[in-house]
């Protein structure tokens, strides 16, 4: 049995009750709450003697500003700054060694070659390193004599955690600003700044001093289990070690990556004021760095020492948050002075993402302890990368707290998520004993007991490795998702400027001026005001992350459902169907709806099949997820209630058929808690729905234009096959939808092809949720016209999908058909989202940023854009072109309101910015101020400039005397069409 | 979508075999191969047929519609053809009720096992005489019927104890053969069947209680095909089969018109004697026979168990010799049949049943429709937009296609479909010969079994394929309107069903590879009583009801 087993499994083995195991092996077992007791005093004293050490060197380092000159402080700082990088390095191996103690012994001798060795290099380029880091060579040769304590000390207090030597803890931690104070200030206040770096090394060495004689009253660490003492045991361990030492070091770039490149790609106010949010965000930060070490050393292999360890991080990380929370804006430029009266504006955001890693580092070390130190430093190198690659585009304070933000919560979650499927399979696990297994094989008359199931544990390495389809569709899927090759369209503008007001005006606007349930704009809300952008890629996150969550999902749910050739056809149509891509991109709610409905019919599904299997009826998991994501879908559209009317039809079917009072109860109880989470929102959707009669279903948005045979008149057949092709191969042009819908004759051949194949129930649930709300929805368009278009339903698109996946995988029969039709079936969804994406005559991709763009290349600061129709002001807005946007409806430019007349100045420019120009009212709106322009004897056309159904009309005033000519101006117009 | 297994899984649990309540030794491959009846379903099922027939046939019958009157008429008439044979199927199936279970025979009678046999080789006869030999719940004697003339069959039958019946003149071919053994033997009962279909041992016990009824002539059960599972050629012939001897046989008993099938059925001797035997000059004597014997005011009954196993056509040519066979006898009989003094609705099933085979022409109209349209721009119909057609056609056909899904229960796929589509020349040439009172000019490959290339057995398939090809590659280079894209959608739906109707015939290894599993022989093809590996070995006889 391994140590990593016994400390799993808890099982007790001889190293269970080891030096600083809390006492649990003295005499009978401690219960939960002594335990966490025990364990929660080691860790309030431990971070107590921090807190003290952090607060010293913190007054000290004020009083050494007193003490020196600015010049000689900031020569001071520079040195504490390597100092302090050497340490934090440094103390990476020192979660290493709190896990073995043991490691201290083996890598003392190395660490103090590595340590005299940077000492001996530091101290030799100290002259060549002396300009460039503008320090002073005995300053450079002080930071070498730091290089061996830095070392010993992470080795030193990692021996003291891993023992769990609290007084020794706290001790060298205080020792470290009570040696600065005595030996830094005095010898400072002599010699300079040099005198205070030689305090500042000395207190190094006194704190280590400390370390060594705490450690010595300790006994001597023992292996965490007798057999594990062995050659391969020790590699086993040191490569551990390796992967803890790797681990730590990341996180510690996680915390301090993002200053390095606010640095250098913020401005310098904006840099400045990021610092400022850093170092607030940082104290928080180090505020928890002793809990994961103590956790470290910790023997006790239950969950008391975790549960003490996150609830100790999250409390102060909270009490972080709330206090930067509550203080008013004006106070960090009372404090920090008027240059950092926008801190507030990240502080928050920034604490609560160092307080996400704080906790998260506390999992990571959990994970780290129980063996899983290899999957712990792959989390942290992947948090890393997505922190910098977000980090690598930023060019605002915000975007940099967005991509820490992003860093630290995927190290939390996952984190998180790969304990929690630890801690299953730990339960679900038996661990076979080599002992035992040779003495069941032994004759014996008496008949064995039945033995235990024996769960083989299969290494998470090859299963990442084995899912490696999933890793390539995800990747394909987020490269396409991210490559968006459209701009910001008028309802998301809506959305977006509806998320920047404050949170009580915006659920007004919703409820008076919206047609939507509040969720999906409260997440863009927390979102705009956490990172304190509107950019872009920020607004679009929610959906980005929710319609990559779907190829996962779909990938488990077809591969819990069928089997895992399905899988893989439905993680790579996922990842590459249009529409899915297209919804997430869109700052919008549909791409959560989609994830959401997809969770439902999973749900949903293995509710019936544990019922038709007879192994109960439902577990408490998926009826719990069925109810929660309901309820919460409800929040987050309003026609969620045609799939729940559709689900809550099918479990009545199969309630009749099976006629189970426990299906019944579960169902009945379901559906109650379900409308008990939606009561709240219920005077919320009768405020919203009364506004809406009154305004005789008027909507703030205009309906989204496409194809005209799909939007106008009523629904008939070719809009339903239009409605077909958007949902499977996605949006196109007219002209493509034309020639696409006459193909209609292979729905014939699909009709031929299903004979037969459609009787399996999970299909038949499947195709049920998909068909059934387009269908309701076609038989309300013959009412509300407008009602029956894909986004109402486009929660049905991945069950679609999902069933072609299905169809795809299984109807090939030899060799080559069973290649060819994933390939196929895959390829022609590629081929759509191509067109889709990259064609301009797309009626569905709206130019709104190149329009603009191409306005302020050509434009000058006192011109004027005219726009039509109204609503086009949010884009306006949201893509601001620097000039003076007036509604073409109010100000005419006949009128006054343009100042045209009023300024002589010749050469000012009017641009006419015309959009949903295929509706007759916006098109005689643009039309009849064009009329106007042309007609108008001092302005001329200069150019039209189109992009995908964005059209501006450029007009510049002529001086008065040309006056007459100027009507002539049709004949020079010049076509710019695609821009300049 | 997942295939629905012929045979469940041998380890089924209760949770997971099927619910059904079908009694029998066969009970768990009856329900997989032929399904129950779903009356409800099938009574709404028809009634929205029957709705969106007349929402199709009310805008098609418009005399707007009208466009090219020749195109025109023959779209109607295959329609018409259609919809006739439909409203035939709805009928059928909605006649098809759930049986009660048989009644044990009321006394030990004597059957005599006629087995005739022409030039089957040994090893495909043996298991059935094997198998014969060891019927229970009646005074059993088997028969060979050797046309062949061959003495190592009269050595196979001495092996197992069987009668060996040889004639020295081979006319009237199996009718004749029957016929002549009929007259040498003189049990109660005669079971009929083919020398490659492997009886069960209980057949008799689930069959001979039925002749309770004295006017009942026969007992007809399914001509299930052992090979389905792993000759793709017999297993689409199976999904045709089982389409009849599931809801359409079983509506047809309960109507009363069930026919005979030739094998696997068992007749009372004295309805055989009463009609002077087999009629020998019809190649689908069992029909006619069926005809005659009704005429006498016999009833007939069918068995909806699997209870025989039999092995259907292993490649194309074997089986377009079996179509074209079946076609140009049931055409042959229409006449007969027409003429018979029958009650009309048996007479209509029987009708139904003989025009069948007309099929093939509504097939050829519907594919040289948009060949037309594109060669000419003539086309059927006029004042008509996508849109308009779509509406009043979708609901017909997805109607008519779910039914025929329903009817199918899962075992006729589109493969089956196919395989039909691609027989249309056969019909055509099947009514040709008979209508010109001559043999069919189709000269086909002899049976070879798997792993020959025969392109001769589908031939005009192919070039109605390269016509489809050529004409709407033409198309598509002529023009991208919306028009000529729908129809050269529907020429290569014409295409890609005829293509996959014909593959067999052109992929003679991979038709090899899929059919080199060993083909179970003798007792072996049931291995056990149930049918199914190792199960049911409770005694088959507590199933039956105690005899009033």
């Known amino acids: ?980 | 979508m997942s295939d629905l297994p012929i045979t469940p899984p041998a380890n089924a649990t209760l949770a997971t075999r099927p619910r059904h309540r079908l009694t029998g030794p066969t009970a768990d491959t009856t329900y997989a191969v032929l399904r129950q009846p779903e009356p409800w379903l099938v009574r709404l099922m028809v009634l929205l047929n029957v709705l969106a027939t007349f929402w199709y046939f009310s805008w098609l019958l418009h005399p707007e519609r009208v466009g090219n009157p020749f195109l025109y008429g023959l779209l109607l008439l295959a329609e018409f053809f259609n919809v006739a044979q439909a409203l035939g199927f709805w009928w059928t199936m909605l006649s098809d009720r759930p049986r009660k279970t048989p009644v044990p025979a009321a006394h030990y009678a004597s059957v005599d096992v006629f087995v005739p046999r022409y030039n089957e080789p040994v090893d495909i006869v043996e298991p059935v005489i094997a198998a014969s030999v060891e019927l229970r719940g009646a005074d059993v004697t088997v028969y060979l019927l050797d046309d062949g003339g061959s003495p190592e069959f009269a050595a196979l039958a001495r092996k197992y104890g069987a009668e060996y019946i040889a004639r020295d003149e081979h006319d009237g071919a199996k009718a004749g053969n029957i016929n002549n053994a009929l007259a040498m033997t003189d049990s109660d009962y005669v079971l009929v069947l083919d020398c490659d279909h492997v009886p069960h041992p209980e057949f008799l016990r689930r069959t001979l209680g039925y002749f309770a009824d004295e006017k009942l002539a026969f007992v007809q059960t399914p001509q299930y095909y052992a090979n389905a599972d792993r000759n793709p050629v017999a297993a689409a012939a199976w999904a045709q089969q089982a389409l009849f001897f599931g809801c359409i046989a079983r509506g047809k008993s309960r109507i009363g018109a069930m026919f005979c099938c030739g094998t696997n059925v068992v007749f009372r001797r004295t309805a055989l004697d009463d009609v002077g035997g087999f009629p020998t000059h019809s190649i689908t004597e069992d029909f006619e026979l069926s005809v005659i014997m009704q005429e006498r005011g016999w009833h007939t009954e069918y068995v909806s168990e699997v209870l025989v196993q039999g092995l259907g056509p292993e490649d194309m040519a074997s089986y377009t010799s079996q179509q074209l066979r079946w076609a140009r006898g049931c055409l042959s009989a229409v006449g007969r049949v027409l003429r018979a003094k029958l009650p009309i609705k048996i007479k209509s099933q029987y009708a139904l049943s003989s025009l069948h085979f007309l099929t093939g022409w509504t097939v050829m109209i519907y594919m040289s429709l948009p060949v037309i349209k594109l060669l000419t721009g003539e086309q059927p119909v006029a004042a008509s937009t996508a849109n308009t057609f779509l509406v009043h056609f979708a609901p017909y056909f997805m109607l008519s296609i779910a039914i025929v899904g329903i009817a199918g229960g899962g075992v006729y796929k589109f493969s089956a479909y196919a395989l039909s589509a691609a027989s249309f020349w056969i019909h055509i040439a099947a009514t040709i010969s008979v209508v010109t009172r001559r043999k069919g000019r189709f000269v086909v490959t002899p049976k070879g079994g798997a792993g020959q290339w025969q392109p001769a057995t589908v031939w005009p398939g192919l070039v109605v394929c390269g016509l489809l090809l050529v004409v709407g590659v033409r198309g598509v280079l002529l023009s991208q309107d919306a028009a000529t894209l729908n129809n050269v959608a529907f020429a290569g739906l014409h295409l890609v069903v005829l293509g996959t109707g014909m593959s067999w015939a052109l992929r003679p290894r991979a038709l090899e590879e899929r059919s080199k599993a060993e083909l179970p022989t003798g007792e072996s093809r049931w291995q056990s009583t149930s049918g199914r590996p190792g199960e049911d070995q409770s005694d088959p006889l507590k199933e039956l009801v105690p005899a009033p």
């Open chain 1, 1 to 980: 049995m391994s140590a990593v087993d016994t400390a799993r499994t808890g099982s007790g083995g001889p190293g269970s009750g080891g030096p600083g195991s809390g006492g649990a092996g003295a005499g009978a077992p401690a219960t939960l709450l002594t335990r966490v007791r025990r364990a929660g005093s080691k860790q309030l004293l431990t971070m107590s003697g921090q807190l003290v050490a952090g607060v010293g060197n913190m007054i000290i380092s004020a009083l050494f500003a007193r003490v020196l000159l600015p010049g000689e402080y900031a020569v001071l700082v520079s040195f504490v700054s390597a100092y302090v990088l050497m340490h934090m390095v440094g103390s990476s191996v020192t979660a290493a060694v709190a896990i073995d103690p043991g490691l201290h012994k083996r890598l003392f001798r190395r660490g103090l070659a590595l340590g005299l060795g940077i000492g001996a290099v530091l101290a030799a380029l100290s002259g060549v390193l002396s300009p460039l880091l503008n320090l002073p060579v005995p300053v450079i040769i002080l930071l070498g004599a730091a290089g061996p304590s830095a070392v010993l000390l992470a080795l030193a207090r990692g021996r003291l955690y891993g023992t769990q030597s609290v007084g020794g803890t706290v001790a060298t931690l205080i020792t470290e600003p009570i040696g600065r104070a005595v030996i830094g200030l005095l010898l400072g206040s002599v010699i300079g700044p040099v005198g205070a770096a030689v305090g500042v090394v000395a207190a190094g060495y006194a704190a280590l001093a400390a370390a060594s004689i705490a450690a010595r009253r300790r006994p001597e660490p023992l292996p965490r289990l007798a057999e594990d003492t062995g050659r391969h045991a020790r590699r086993a361990r040191t490569g551990d070690s390796l992967y803890v030492t790797v681990t730590f070091l990341l996180v510690a770039c996680l915390a301090s990556a993002n200053a390095i490149f606010s640095n250098r790609q913020l401005g310098p106010g904006e840099a400045g004021v990021f610092a400022a949010v850093a170092t607030i965000g940082s104290a928080a930060y180090f505020a928890t760095g002793t809990i994961p070490m103590m956790l470290s050393g910790s023997r006790d292999s239950g969950r008391s020492s975790l549960l003490v360890a996150v609830g100790v991080a999250g409390a102060v990380s909270l009490a972080g948050v709330g206090v930067v929370a509550l203080l008013p804006a004006r106070a960090y430029a009372m404090v920090l002075g008027e240059h950092y009266a926008s801190v507030g504006d990240y502080v928050v955001a920034y604490v609560a993402a160092m307080a996400a890693l704080g906790i998260g580092r506390v999992l990571i070390a959990q994970l780290c302890k129980t063996g899983l130190a290899r999957a712990a430093a792959v989390l942290s190198a992947l948090s890393v990368a997505v922190q910098v690659g977000v980090l690598i585009p930023a060019h605002s304070a915000s975007a940099v707290v967005a991509a820490t933000a992003a860093g630290c919560g995927m190290l939390l979650v996952g984190s998180a998520a790969v304990l929690l499927r630890e801690a299953r399979l730990q339960r679900a696990m038996v661990v076979v004993d080599p002992e035992a297994s040779r003495t069941a094989v032994r004759p014996s008359a008496a008949p064995a007991p039945a033995a235990p199931p024996v769960v083989q544990r299969v290494p998470l390495g090859s299963k990442i490795k084995a899912l490696w389809p999933l890793w390539l569709a995800m990747g394909i899927g987020i490269g396409l998702r991210v490559i968006v090759t459209r701009s910001i369209w008028v309802d998301e503008a809506i959305s977006i400027q509806q998320a920047q007001l404050p949170y009580p005006d915006m659920i007004n606007t919703l409820k008076n001026d919206d047609v939507h349930p509040p969720l999906f704009h409260t997440i863009l809300w927390a979102l705009v005001h956490l990172t304190g952008s509107t950019a872009e890629y920020i607004v679009r996150l929610p959906s980005l992350l929710a319609g990559t969550a779907c190829i996962p999902i779909s990938f488990a749910m077809a591969k819990d459902l069928w089997n895992r050739r399905t899988a893989v056809v439905a993680g790579f149509v996922v990842a590459v169907a249009p529409v899915a891509v297209w919804y997430s991109q869109e700052a919008r709610m549909y791409g959560l709806w989609m994830l959401g409905a997809t969770i439902l019919a999973w749900c949903q599904i293995r509710i019936l099949r544990d019922i038709k299997e007879g192994k109960g009826y439902g577990s408490l998991a998926d009826w719990a997820g069925f109810t929660v994501v309901t309820a919460a879908m409800i929040y987050v559209q309003w026609f969620t209630a045609l799939p729940i009317i559709t689900q809550h039809l099918i479990f009545l079917i199969a309630v009749l058929k099976v006629r189970k009072w426990r299906f019944v109860r579960n169902w009945l109880l379901s559906a109650v808690v379900q409308l008990i989470l939606f009561a709240p929102l219920v005077p919320y959707m009768l405020d919203q729905f009364g506004n809406i009669i009154a305004a005789q279903g008027a909507s703030t948005a205009p309906s989204q234009t496409g194809s005209d045979t799909a939007t106008t008149g009523k629904p008939d057949v070719y809009a339903a096959v239009a409605n077909t092709i958007w949902s499977v191969w996605g949006y196109h042009a007219d002209s493509t939808m034309v020639q696409l819908g006459a193909f209609w004759p292979v729905a014939v051949l699909m009709c031929f092809a299903a004979l037969g194949r459609v009787r399996d129930r999970t299909n038949l649930i499947l195709a049920t949720i998909a068909v059934a709300p387009p269908a309701m929805l076609f038989l309300v368009g013959f009412e509300r016209r407008q009602f029956f278009e894909l986004r109402y339903f486009d929660s049905t698109v991945p069950m679609l999908l999902l069933v072609l996946a299905r169809m795809a995988a299984t109807w090939g029969r030899g060799p080559l058909t069973k290649l060819l039709l994933p390939v196929v079936t895959i390829a022609s969804l590629g081929a759509g989202l191509i067109d889709q994406q990259i064609n301009q005559s797309n009626p569905r991709v709206y130019d709104f940023r190149g329009a603009v763009g191409w306005v302020k290349a050509n434009s000058q600061p006192q011109d004027v854009v005219l726009y039509a129709p109204n609503f086009l002001r949010t884009e306006l807005e949201y893509y601001p072109s620097g000039l003076t946007t007036l509604d073409a409806n109010s100000a005419h430019p006949s009128r006054a309101q343009t100042g045209m007349p009023a300024i002589p100045k010749q050469g000012r420019r009017v641009f006419v910015f015309g959009s949903f120009l295929e509706e007759p009212q916006v098109a005689g709106q643009v039309g009849g101020v064009l009329s106007d322009l042309d007609r108008a004897s001092n302005t001329k056309r200069l150019a039209v400039h189109s992009v995908a159904n964005v059209k501006v009309w450029e007009y510049q005033q002529l001086p008065p005397s040309k006056s007459d000519t100027s009507k002539a101006d049709t004949d020079h117009t010049k076509q710019t069409k695609g821009g300049k």
